[in-house]
């Protein structure tokens, strides 16, 4: 049974549902994250030469082999979005495909005349039933609600405080926040803020893609692969995007 939005982050992983769907409503996210991706940024992103791959070539033949098969790593992380907005948008996703959810964004968004997103107090402002109409559900205007709060009140880390904290720091937070669970912040880690180190290890595509990899009979459970994936600090990050393109070719050789 899905917990409610309140609880914890609804596209969190796989152990509420190991099924197709809940797969293709995760990947849904991170595919918006990776095509929306800026250009590599120097001096946030210095992980990305070749130092990782051989790192992980030199730690772990699978990886290796992935690495050789799949070819350079191309992750190009958005990081001029604010933690306020990426979690917003994080929210509009939840449960969601992406076409759905970026129609209902694009009339969120023209809630807020000359604004390229709004900020948290023109939200808190805004009427309520205006966003229901947009398509947010009761659930998740709380969410977005709270989420504004949460920013003025500087629970949420402003894009400049971001930038210094450690990745627990930003996890502890954000998870603050209505309907903001691990998993939400896992993937602002990566895609926005090009963090080197984090494995999501509750994401089904993952998992997925471990065991399609490393050709095991079943799946690993999330405290199986952050046990494996040891190894493969302190480039987990890298490791990650890898075993997500594994599943994602998986699916490819099943059509």
């Not at 229901?132 to 977005?144: C, E, I, N, Y």
């Not at 602002?188 to 984090?198: A, H, K, N, T, Y």
């Not at 994936?229 to 890298?238: I, N």
Request: aromatic fraction near 8%; charged fraction near 30%; charge should be positive.
């Amino acid at each position: 049974m899905t917990k409610a939005l309140g609880q914890t982050d609804i596209l969190r992983g796989a152990e509420a549902c190991r099924g197709e769907a809940l797969d293709s409503g995760i990947a849904d996210i991170r595919r918006l994250a990776e095509t929306e991706q800026k250009p590599y940024s120097a001096d946030v992103m210095d992980h990305l030469d070749s130092g990782p791959t051989d790192y992980l070539s030199n730690v772990d033949p699978v990886m290796r082999r992935l690495i050789e098969e799949i070819g350079p790593f191309t992750l190009k992380p958005r990081i001029r979005r604010s933690p306020f907005e990426s979690l917003a948008r994080a929210i509009a996703y939840q449960q969601l495909h992406d076409k759905a959810a970026a129609s209902i964004l694009k009339r969120f968004i023209a809630l807020f005349p000359g604004r390229r997103f709004p900020r948290p107090d023109e939200l808190l402002a805004a009427n309520v039933r205006s966003i229901r109409k947009a398509g947010f559900s009761r659930a998740k205007v709380l969410a977005l609600r709270d989420l504004a709060l949460k920013t003025l009140d500087g629970t949420v880390p402003t894009g400049r405080e971001v930038g210094i904290l450690d990745d627990h720091a930003i996890i502890d937070r954000l998870i603050a926040v209505r309907g903001i669970g691990q998993w939400t912040v896992e993937m602002l880690l990566i895609f926005q803020l090009g963090r080197p180190d984090v494995l999501p290890v509750d994401d089904f595509g993952l998992r997925n893609g471990f065991r399609i990899a490393y050709r095991r009979p079943t799946m690993p459970t999330p405290k199986q692969l952050l046990q494996y994936g040891e190894r493969w600090k302190p480039h987990r990050t890298v490791a990650a995007w890898y075993l997500w393109r594994a599943a994602d070719r998986g699916k490819q050789a099943y059509k």
